[in-house]
């Protein structure tokens, strides 16, 4: 499959017009590589390793959820990330294409992902946008778990370094409806309050977030960004190989941007 019909069977299913005003989804970079055969690297985050380890693989194509370039520019210079990787691109062929927040609210995208690994049942977008789409993700836990119970799967199948979680009296509460949202969700919270859930599953979790969390009823469990998102991009890889490309995997050089120190 060429890498021209690759987009247009991804923008059928995922519209990059249904992104939102702030971002920036589709093509990043495009070198001339449309009639290609697509050799796909499939990442998080496009960054200087994703880029060299693309190079290493001979992939024509980086499609990553993040977007490489956000905020207009107004220079490239050399020893930049984003110009050198521009530099990369152009030298070596290869195109940088993203999916953003049009992947968010797709079957199978960041937030649906989550839900099928937490199992959820009868599940539903927590605010709709199109089509029966949207962002995030609530539904129910059969059988129900206990907090303690939910926390441990969480870890178990997420892997996160870090798990924060809202404070709780009571970590035998039988939890039976679960909320999710890939990535940055703290700015969901009234949204998800209103679908009923006890426990939301998102990322990247202010002090007075948590606080509000709390004060509103809702358990606020943070396994951070990477975590939360980058099985969605694992489920993108399966999807690519049904396609029969001539190459598609995923990024090993993604990262967390972030440690913590045991």
Not at 10 to 25: L, V
Not at 42 to 62: D, G, K, S, Y
Not at 88 to 104: P, Q, S
Not at 182 to 210: E, M, N, P, R, W
Request: proline share 5%; hydrophobic share 45%.
């Amino acid at each position: 499959m060429k890498i021209a019909d690759l987009i247009s069977w991804f923008e059928a299913w995922a519209n990059p017009a249904w992104c939102e005003s702030w971002d920036n989804c589709g093509w990043q970079i495009e070198p001339g590589v449309l009639q290609e055969p697509a050799r796909v690297l499939v990442c998080l985050t496009p960054t200087l390793a994703v880029m060299q380890e693309a190079i290493a693989v001979n992939a024509n194509l980086i499609f990553a959820h993040h977007p490489l370039i956000f905020s207009p520019l107004k220079s490239l210079c050399g020893g930049e990330a984003i110009a050198d990787m521009a530099k990369l691109a152009f030298t070596h062929n290869i195109g940088v294409y993203t999916a953003h927040t049009n992947f968010d609210q797709v079957d199978d995208g960041t937030a649906d992902v989550l839900a099928q690994i937490l199992k959820l049942q009868e599940v539903a977008p927590i605010v709709l946008t199109q089509g029966g789409l949207g962002y995030g993700r609530v539904g129910l836990l059969e059988p129900f778990l206990t907090l303690q119970e939910l926390l441990t799967t969480i870890q178990a199948r997420l892997a996160p370094p870090n798990l924060i979680f809202s404070p709780t009296a009571d970590l035998q509460q039988k939890i039976s409806r679960v909320a999710v949202l890939g990535g940055s969700g703290a700015s969901y919270i009234s949204a998800v309050v209103k679908t009923g859930a006890q426990a939301y599953l998102t990322s990247d979790c202010k002090f007075h977030q948590f606080q509000e969390s709390r004060d509103r009823g809702l358990i606020l469990i943070d396994a951070g960004h990477y975590a939360t998102e980058r099985p969605a991009c694992d489920r993108l890889v399966q999807k690519f190989r049904s396609l029969n490309l001539d190459w598609v995997e995923l990024s090993q050089e993604d990262e967390d941007f972030r440690q913590f120190f045991q």
